[in-house]
């Protein structure tokens, strides 16, 4: 499960996997609209495509990456 989202919650697109639905927001209470993907694969070239693919199909007002720093050490 990707933020306690259900199964049912999970589409495929394109050859990626990710999980649409809806989550509280804990400082307004508002109910937000969230995608949540797993990219497969590491580098700046399958994380870039990822972003694009995300972009186009969804247009996110805000968009957030979480990752390893791309490879950087220290």
């Known amino acids: ?4 989202m259900p199964e049912k919650a999970k ?3 394109r050859g ?12 307004s209470g508002r109910k937000l609209d969230v995608v949540v993907h797993c ?5 700046t ?4 495509a990822a972003a694009t693919k995300l ?3 969804f247009r996110p007002f805000f968009m ?5 720093a791309a490879g950087r050490r220290g």
């Not at 499960?1 to 306690?4: K, P, T, V």
């Not at 990626?16 to 400082?27: I, M, N, R």
């Open 1 to 4: 499960q990707a933020l306690r």
């Open 11 to 13: 589409r495929y697109d």
């Open 16 to 27: 990626s996997t990710f999980w649409e639905g809806k989550v509280e927001s804990a400082a």
């Open 39 to 43: 990219q497969g694969e590491p580098g």
């Open 45 to 48: 070239q399958a994380a870039s």
């Open 55 to 57: 972009l186009e199909r």
């Open 64 to 68: 957030i990456l979480s990752g390893i």
